[in-house]
């Protein structure tokens, strides 16, 4: 009896080691997924929103968001500028699509030295506004910069000018 007594406390413990690991591995692996597919649950219906607002091509509003300011500029160089309007004689045949595919807006510029996307500052004379390269010039010209304005008697005043930019990273 003492033998057998032995034995099923020996299997117990054996069975009681084992029970506790298992329960260990399934909170450690188990859990986490079950806590994670209540938090997914949870925003399904915001996933679901913005899935829709981008099949609507919408925006969906994300609350107040920080801007990010631009860091030191990756270099700074002189450059010829002038400046261009959506004027047929001034264009191609698209005279308000830049060569990016947007349409024309203060804050663009035409250069063929830069890559599209790239942000560009020229502190001289815009102070803190940021422009970004989303058009191409005539392939005669190299390192230019045109700035796009809207009204006609403004960039005739703005007129040919050597300007220092900043050039930041591709956007």
Do not use: C
């Not at 032995?6 to 450690?28: D, F, N, P």
Request: hydrophobic letters at 45%; aromatic letters at 8%; proline letters at 5%.
């Amino acid at each position: 009896m003492t033998y057998r007594l032995r034995t099923v406390l020996q299997r117990s413990l054996v069975e009681v080691v084992t029970l506790g690991a298992l329960v260990l591995l399934g909170s450690y692996f188990v859990l986490p997924s079950v806590a994670s597919a209540t938090v997914a649950a949870l925003s399904v219906g915001r996933a679901t929103d913005l899935e829709i607002a981008v099949m609507k091509n919408a925006t969906v509003p994300y609350g107040n968001l920080p801007e990010a300011d631009l860091r030191d500029p990756s270099y700074t160089m002189r450059v010829t500028a002038t400046a261009y309007n959506s004027l047929p004689e001034q264009t191609d045949d698209t005279p308000f699509i830049t060569a990016s595919g947007t349409h024309v807006r203060m804050g663009v510029i035409a250069a063929n030295f830069l890559p599209m996307g790239t942000l560009v500052k020229i502190p001289d004379y815009f102070g803190d506004q940021v422009f970004t390269v989303e058009d191409r010039m005539n392939p005669r010209y190299d390192k230019r910069i045109d700035i796009w304005m809207d009204g006609v008697h403004e960039a005739r005043q703005f007129g040919v000018r050597t300007v220092a930019i900043e050039v930041y990273r591709h956007k």
